[in-house]
């Protein structure tokens, strides 16, 4: 088994933006047997902030600990917003309880003690998580757990725009044993749909990456590391090794042939998880007027995010009802997420200032 050095024990925090690779980057990190990183639990921007600051301080009891637990179990059984059952799933409520408990009994304590289990399934020392939005916690996650390391992964806004608009599931799931599983997941790709606007991703997408800057402005690239997904689909052996180096873990023997997990183009499959044609696949399933639509909001965080635009010949006729439509698009995405959001006013208010630069 490969043994991670002393220099670092975790947490490790993956985030993005939606569709920018954190999926295949958490497979490439568990190519390590001593790091597993739980699934999306979207806790620091749900239930962390449904709960309120007073709540936070105090063990969970009564009605709130069933809250607390329920939430959790239920990602044990299915991912987050697929109405997983938290007594249909594989962890087990005393288990969570005990070591919430050992460790405090606070809510944040269930979150740490739910990515222990998850961690605990493989034997792995090394727990972490991954939520792509908790790029806007990054302060609070990283406040809450000196020991952290955070891993934003930034990809070109073109290609997320696209990936996000052709998004559908590509497999992994066993529906014959969780038919159910299958209605939900339905529901979940015409949320996508529903969210989908090129001016609204490419916005979201700013606000991500200036969030993530301002993170490592504030707690260093010693704990915040900004990682092109480009790069690792062009060296992903070179990319990787740097990534546990700073990680400071041991290299496992192989790192590039991962899983291919939630991909909006391939299949789920064991292997092929770096794909070098997703880097800019962009610019043949986008049309001009999309690519200028989404430089144009995009701004000039384009250029700072290290991506140069593709001067797109677009007319105003073709880019016109893309911008006429945006707000009506704003507001449909906030109604169809509204349940994703444990604040939703707050919710709004922290993307609105990145966004605009405040």
């Not at 992964?153 to 497999?171: E, F």
């Not at 400071?248 to 997990?261: D, F, K, L």
Request: proline residues 6%; glycine residues 6%.
């Amino acid at each position: 088994m490969n043994s991670p050095t002393t220099h670092f024990s975790g947490p490790i925090f993956l985030c993005g933006t939606s569709r920018s690779g954190t999926s295949v980057l958490q497979a490439a990190l568990e190519c390590h047997t001593a790091v597993r990183i739980a699934g999306e639990t979207h806790y620091f921007d749900d239930l962390r902030v449904a709960l309120g600051t007073p709540a936070l301080s105090e063990p969970v009891e009564g009605a709130t600990q069933k809250r607390v637990e329920d939430y959790f179990l239920a990602l044990s059984h299915r991912p987050f917003g697929h109405g997983g059952d938290p007594e249909k799933g594989w962890m087990q409520r005393d288990a969570l309880r005990k070591r919430a408990l050992a460790l405090g009994g606070r809510p944040d304590d269930y979150f740490e003690a739910f990515c222990r289990e998850w961690a605990a399934r493989s034997e792995a020392p090394i727990w972490g998580e991954k939520t792509p939005r908790h790029v806007f916690r990054l302060t609070e996650m990283l406040t809450r757990y000196p020991e952290s390391k955070a891993i934003f992964m930034l990809r070109d806004p073109r290609a997320v725009v696209a990936s996000y608009r052709d998004w559908k599931n590509q497999g992994g799931f066993d529906l014959e044993k969780d038919p159910g599983h299958a209605q939900t997941m339905a529901e979940d790709e015409a949320r996508a749909r529903r969210s989908y606007h090129p001016i609204t991703i490419s916005l979201l997408w700013v606000a991500a990456a200036r969030a993530a800057q301002q993170a490592q402005d504030r707690f260093g690239f010693e704990r915040v590391r900004l990682q092109r997904y480009e790069a690792m689909c062009d060296q992903p052996e070179a990319e990787l090794g740097a990534i546990f180096d700073w990680l400071g873990i041991e290299r496992p023997a192989s790192m590039a042939n991962v899983p291919v997990r939630n991909s909006s183009y391939e299949k789920f499959a064991a292997t092929g998880g770096f794909v070098r044609s997703a880097m800019d696949r962009w610019m043949k399933t986008l049309s001009p007027a999309e690519i200028s639509v989404v430089e144009r909001s995009c701004g000039k965080s384009l250029a700072l995010a290290g991506y140069q635009s593709a001067s797109p010949a677009a007319s105003i006729l073709a880019t016109t009802p893309y911008y006429c439509s945006a707000l009506p698009a704003v507001i449909r995405a906030t109604y169809v997420n509204a349940k994703r959001s444990g604040n939703l006013p707050q919710y709004i208010a922290r993307r609105s200032r990145l966004i605009l630069g405040l």
